[in-house]
């Protein structure tokens, strides 16, 4: 049992107040120090240092701007990669694989080893990688630079060790794919093409053997100029100049003739026995015009040319329409004898490839289907129907159907729930899917032995929620739900609030609330609305109650600098308007005239629901004499209570969701009372009421139009600068006090406006664009959001800061600590940051715990409100409920993010909640519906409730440990100073509870408790990602999560145990397969058509014959995944398993290379022996002189 004692040896203690008033300095933590208490703890902390470890376990979704495609017909699996140099591969559902190169080069093209577990990369920054997929995490094995040359095109035979690569300057170099060592055998492009050609033909485009001869390699140039190479006599066969650039080759499998797709649109069709001419020149997309010849097209980009045994051959290419026709979508056009199929798409087209039954070039190919991977999508046609539906995507490829604004992730949910979401999301699933199994159905994956249900609920821009089954490291749409179905349309002719607020997107979720087990879910929205959603398996017909807060600052609130009088914010005396307010003014009402207003239409009739979540409740915020209400900063709901809670930077409001009325609407200063801690600064009345609404909120619609509207629908627009990546080295070296603001907002005669394009724009829903442009603090996020300045309370001194006009559009994550004195024309603002209703004690001599609402604001206080709620379930329905702040205030620095309540033992304390009952079904008069609630108490007894419970509070500084209820502080840690935190939660991972802290410099922290010792502190993003920082969340069980991208959604552990696990529950991408045999070709056409089978490329192509290649032309890098690599990288445990692990893979590549050796010398002793034994037969009774 170990022992934390409040008096330590040896240590000085110290006052909560003055706990952290000089931590290190540093992203890691400072020092815990614990204060004097009456008494001890007896807490058993069973977490160590060893328990922890940072790994990234699986990404999902679309790959993000994604640049090429391959497949390997025998293991069927499929690859994709991306600008930013990642890989996915893709096999059955459950095998999704994600590889990064180092590089962050764009994949450029990818060739399978087919059969053979690797797979080739070609980057753009002129590197080929081999890549080992045969282990869960593949790896590469080696590594090419070319440094003279640029790569275009590669080419890999069907069983060749030898990769044709085509650069730019039009030369073809071959690489052996098992050392990956250049040959000396090189095509170069003046030998290619004919002596008294006097024009470059261009960089090589395609290359390819010919089906009938293996030996012969056919060669495109950009320029239109096609050879084919004789690779044993080194000399050209043929060459063919035709007019029109050429983007793709594609041969018929007999080898005599092949198809060509150019620039005009045009499709030509060339005989090996006469190439002066193409036979057939065809313009699919083209009309004839009055001369006779076809108009000009669109390029087509690809064309793959595929035979049929018992049908016409497919022709399928991409592009290739006419240029009259604007604005058409993309299209992939199937041409199957003389039927035309043309499939419009909604992304543009970046690859496509057929699947085919065979392997082997040289045969029948059978196409059964086409794998189209579009810019902003992933399907697979079916081939074999003639209305060539699409198979049904078993990948959650739809993550981005509208952008993502806010996760939410929930591990170890209850059981029940994920079959009930799926049952109800099924019945709305689309169909006309094509009846066959999905034809990427490579590789293994079993359900690992640790599974627990898990959910991940995604916010989106157009008001969509979508919720998420993430059992086992998968991923699978269980429902989806549409929040703008709750509001009116706005009509034709009007234009109305919401389109004003927020032009493109009113409806985008800003953040989520949900209790898993009463099935409450809440939804807070960009409008300044919340909306109540309850779950039933019927459908019902029911209205939506809509509650209306006034919860504004009033302007005459705001004082001269030259009164000695303390004045603060109040809110207005008419507390909150629970009735319905008047009916909306059209978008030309001036702003003087709106008042008690929302920003969207509730709807005001019957509705029919269907089964689900069913919305129950809408709470909007109202505009007040011309201001429009501020956004949502904060939400928590209980279902046990009933009640739930916002917060924004006017104060707080309280609803009774089951009485539907506004118990509690105030400011956070008059939540203090008397219990104020601040010496409020007095400030001058504005003489201009108009220029307060530009700061309060901003009025979204200037924010919007300065900054090139944050939140819109379309994809570009949430990606455009999201992929940045900042420096941290950059953002320290940049002033500390700057945060961007359009100067035209600023009522300050003393500046300069700066014009608007000159300011970054940034495309996040308001809300969590906190991060988009690197501010000092949050607090300095929310100066940026709501247009005001707030005090930051760092322990003894208050700062203010400053909108600096000539740093406006800097950007820093780090923050000085001295004073700014310069805000004297701006308001002064607390926002409330975190809340959380608990089982607590509002007051120090409570005795026992009462319902409480725990306050966190910007200034880094902590405020309790006890809330006396009826306990029987219909004097709950009827009578009110008692709220009473006490201004209790415990003070942190920084903004509070987090709060975590622990029993004496250091358990976890959850939320009290009401278990699920569906409100909508038939009443059973043997069994009423009555409320059932789940209550955690902080004590177990009567008689230990004087021990009371630990209160954990993290802010984006500190985290300390409060003693309730005597408020003492047990434990403070300052986090970090160079930097702050953005994320914190109180999680459980291995029978045990920590705090989870991600900061903005990219450190991952986890911190005991109750004592605060850190037990990890890991750099685990270099760079600081603004997409990341708004979407990361922890969740129970050692895990969390993140948006890598705007369409991928990126999940890592922290648990020790998890990653020890982790290659249990990944997927096999390489399976034992047997190669499918050549069919017999038959004398005759072995006879007249030759036979490939006879070229060695190891005589032409090796060092013996080639020689070596020039060592300044490419460059041998070992791979991490190599032996080399290993002996490279860092030694211990960790390096000696690896090297272990690849030795013993590559022992077996060596036991099976000879085995098959054996197996060959095997057979030739036979032939040997049956040969001499013939020979014995023939001269056994020869006499000597016979001979």
């Not at 690489?175 to 960089?203: D, Q, R």
């Not at 700066?754 to 664009?769: G, I, M, Q, T």
Request: glycine residues 6%.
């Amino acid at each position: 049992m170990k022992k934390f004692r409040k008096v330590l040896d040896g240590l000085t203690t110290s006052s909560p107040a003055s706990a952290g008033g000089s931590p290190s300095c540093g992203s890691a933590a400072g020092t815990p120090t614990a204060a004097p208490t009456p008494r001890e703890l007896d807490v058993h902390e069973t977490l160590l240092s060893e328990h922890f470890h940072i790994c990234k376990t699986v990404r999902h979704g679309f790959p993000y701007q994604p640049t090429a495609l391959a497949f390997d017909p025998v293991q069927k699996i499929l690859a994709i990669g991306s600008r930013s140099g990642g890989v996915r591969i893709l096999g059955r559902p459950g095998v999704d694989c994600y590889c990064q190169h180092e590089s962050g080069a764009a994949v450029l093209q990818l060739q399978f080893l087919i059969n053979e577990g690797a797979l080739v990369s070609a980057c753009a920054d002129d590197t080929l990688h081999l890549w080992n997929l045969r282990q869960r995490r593949p790896a590469i094995l080696h590594s090419l630079k070319f440094n003279r040359e640029r790569i275009t095109f590669c080419h890999l035979p069907f069983q060749s060790k030898w990769l044709y690569v085509g650069t730019e300057r039009g030369n073809t170099h071959i690489v052996n794919v098992e050392s990956f060592v250049l040959s000396g055998y090189v095509i170069m492009w003046n030998k290619a093409i004919e002596l008294s050609t006097k024009t470059h033909p261009g960089p090589v485009v395609h290359l390819s053997d010919s089906p009938k001869d293996e030996g012969k390699l056919l060669i495109g140039f950009e320029s239109g100029t096609i050879v084919m190479w004789d690779l044993r006599s080194k000399r050209a066969d043929f060459r063919i100049y035709y007019d029109e650039a050429i983007h793709s080759v594609s041969w018929h499998h007999e080898g005599r003739q092949f198809m060509c797709s150019h620039s005009d649109g045009s499709l030509s069709m060339w005989n090996l026995r006469n190439t002066a001419k193409p036979f057939q020149v065809t313009f699919p997309h083209g009309k004839s015009q009055r001369d006779g010849r076809k108009e000009s097209c669109k390029p087509i980009l690809k064309v793959e040319y595929k035979t049929c045994r018992n049908s016409e051959p497919f022709v399928i290419f991409s592009g290739g329409l006419s240029y009259d026709k604007a604005g058409r979508r993309p299209t992939l056009t199937i041409m199957h004898g003389k039927a035309i199929t043309v499939l419009e798409m909604d992304h543009p087209i970046v690859e496509f490839t057929v699947l085919c039954e065979t392997p082997y070039l040289n045969e029948v190919q059978e196409p059964y289907a086409v794998v189209v991977l579009l810019e902003k999508d992933f399907i697979v046609v079916d081939l074999t129907q003639s209305n060539f539906p699409i198979f049904e995507n078993p990948y959650p490829m739809d993550v981005h159907e509208s952008p993502v604004t806010c996760t939410a992730y929930f591990a170890d949910c209850p059981p029940d729930i994920i079959p009930v979401l799926y049952s109800i999301g099924a019945k709305h699933k689309k169909t006309g899917y094509s009846h066959k199994e999905w034809p990427v159905s490579g590789g293994t994956w079993t359900i690992g032995s640790q599974t627990y249900p898990e959910i991940i609920i995604t916010g989106h821009a157009d008001g969509s929620i979508k919720f998420w089954d993430a059992t086992a490291i998968t991923l699978q749409m269980l429902y989806k739900l549409k929040t703008s179905k709750v509001f009116e349309k706005p009509k034709g002719g009007e234009v109305g609030r919401s389109a004003e607020l927020v032009e493109e997107d009113p409806y985008a979720v800003q953040m989520v609330s949900w209790c898993p087990q009463s099935r409450v879910f809440c939804v807070v929205g960009i409008s300044a609305h919340v909306i109540l959603y309850r779950f039933s398996k019927h459908d019902a017909n029911t209205s939506i109650t809509s509650l209306e807060v006034r919860l504004q600052c009033e302007m005459e609130d705001v004082i001269s600098p030259s009164d000695t009088e303390n004045t603060v914010c109040a809110t207005d005396p008419g507390g909150h308007s629970p009735q319905p307010q008047p009916s909306s003014p059209r978008s030309n009402t001036p702003d003087s005239v709106r008042d008690s207003i929302p920003c969207l239409r509730v709807k005001d009739r019957v509705i029919r629901m269907p089964p689900g979540y069913q919305a129950e409740l809408v709470v909007q915020l109202l505009w007040v004499d011309g201001e429009p209400p501020q956004q949502i900063t904060s939400l928590d709901l209980n279902s046990a209570y009933g009640l739930l809670a916002v917060g924004n930077c006017n104060g707080l409001a309280v609803v009774d969701y089951l009485q539907k009325t506004v118990i509690l609407c105030m400011s956070t200063v008059e939540l203090y009372g008397s219990a104020d801690p601040f010496q409020r600064l007095t400030r001058s009345p504005r003489k201009n009421r108009q220029s307060t609404s530009d700061f309060c909120m901003r009025g979204l619609s200037n924010f919007y139009s300065d900054s090139k509207k944050r939140i819109r629908t379309s994809y570009q627009s949430l990606t455009e600068l999201s992929d940045n990546q900042v420096s941290l080295d950059l953002e320290r070296s940049k002033s500390p006090t700057s945060v961007p603001y359009p100067s035209s907002l600023h009522n300050d005669p003393r500046g300069t406006a700066e014009p608007v394009s000159n300011l970054r724009a940034s495309h996040y829903s308001p809300v969590f664009y906190l991060l988009d442009n690197g501010y000092a603090s949050r607090r300095a996020m929310l100066q940026q959001l709501h247009g005001v300045t707030m005090y930051s309370h760092d322990e003894h001194h208050t700062t203010t800061y400053s909108w600096n006009e000539r740093e406006s559009r800097e950007n820093s994550f780090s923050r000085s600590r001295s004073s700014s004195v310069s805000s004297i024309d701006r308001d002064t603002k607390e926002a409330v940051t975190t809340l959380q209703f608990a089982e607590s004690y509002g007051r120090k001599l409570d005795t026992l715990p009462t319902p409480c609402l725990w306050v966190g604001t910007s200034l880094g206080l902590v405020l309790l409100v006890p809330m006396s709620i009826p306990m029987d379930e219909q004097e709950r329905m009827e009578e009110p409920i008692t709220v009473a702040p006490t201004g209790t205030v415990l003070m942190l620095k920084g903004s509070v993010l987090r709060f975590g309540f622990l029993d004496c033992s250091g358990g976890l304390i959850q939320s009290p909640y009401e278990l699920w009952r569906d409100l909508n079904a038939p009443e059973d008069p043997e069994r009423p519906r009555r409320r059932k609630l789940v209550n955690f108490s902080p004590c177990s007894s009567q008689e230990t409730a004087s021990d009371g419970h630990l209160a954990v509070v993290c802010s984006e500084r500190q985290a300390k440990v409060f003693l309730m209820p005597s408020q003492a502080c047990l434990y403070v840690h300052n986090i970090t100073e160079s930097s702050f935190v953005l994320r914190a939660d109180v999680v459980g991972v291995s029978n045990s509870v920590c705090l989870a802290c991600f900061c903005a410099n990219g450190h991952i922290m986890i911190l005991s408790l109750p004592s605060l010792r850190p037990l990890l502190d890991v750099n685990y993003l270099p760079l600081t990602d603004m997409r990341i920082a708004r979407t990361f969340c922890f969740t129970n069980g050692g895990q969390a999560l993140y948006l890598s991208s705007p369409t991928e959604i990126q999940r890592i552990t922290y648990s020790q145990e998890m990653c020890d696990n982790l290659q249990e529950m990944l997927g096999e991408l390489f399976t034992p397969t047997e190669t499918p045999e050549a069919q017999n070709r038959g004398f005759l056409k072995g006879f007249f058509g030759g036979n490939a089978q006879t070229f060695d490329r190891e005589e032409l192509f090796g060092e013996a014959a080639a020689g070596k290649a020039s060592r300044s032309l490419a460059q041998h890098i070992p791979g991490q995944g190599s032996v080399e690599g290993v002996r490279v990288a860092a030694g211990g445990v960790v390096g000696d398993l690896a090297r272990a692990r690849i030795a013993l893979d590559e022992r077996g590549q060596r036991l099976g290379e000879l085995e098959e050796r054996t197996a060959l010398m095997m057979s030739s002793a036979e032939t040997f022996s049956k040969h001499a034994h013939e020979l014995m037969l023939k001269c056994k009774d020869k006499k000597w002189y016979q001979f």
